[in-house]
């Protein structure tokens, strides 16, 4: 138990004895334990940051080699269609 664990078993233990106090502790405990675990889960690591960044740098890069690829076909278009006019 840790210290505020025990104080809450001291005071506990005066008003309702020393069994029911422990039992009501440990019951506390556990569902303290359970919260925490929970709310762990949900939360984001710096690991978890470095791949979303790792992944959006490969988005991004692959969304500008295909945008530059369809400007330079585009202008390819144009310059043969400007050629084929003259």
Known sequence: ?????????????SKIGRTEAQ???EFVEA???KKVDEKTNILV???DLS???VDLIKWMI??????ASVMV??????VKY?????
């Not at 138990?1 to 233990?13: R, V």
């Not at 692959?62 to 945008?67: C, E, F, P, V």
């Open 1 to 13: 138990m840790t210290i505020s664990e025990i104080q809450l078993y001291e005071l506990l233990a």
């Open 23 to 25: 039992g009501l502790v």
């Open 31 to 33: 569902k303290v334990d």
């Open 45 to 47: 690591t710096k690991e």
């Open 51 to 53: 791949n979303v960044k």
């Open 62 to 67: 692959g969304t500008g080699i295909a945008l």
């Open 73 to 78: 076909a585009l202008m390819t278009g144009m």
């Open 82 to 86: 400007l050629h084929a006019v003259n």
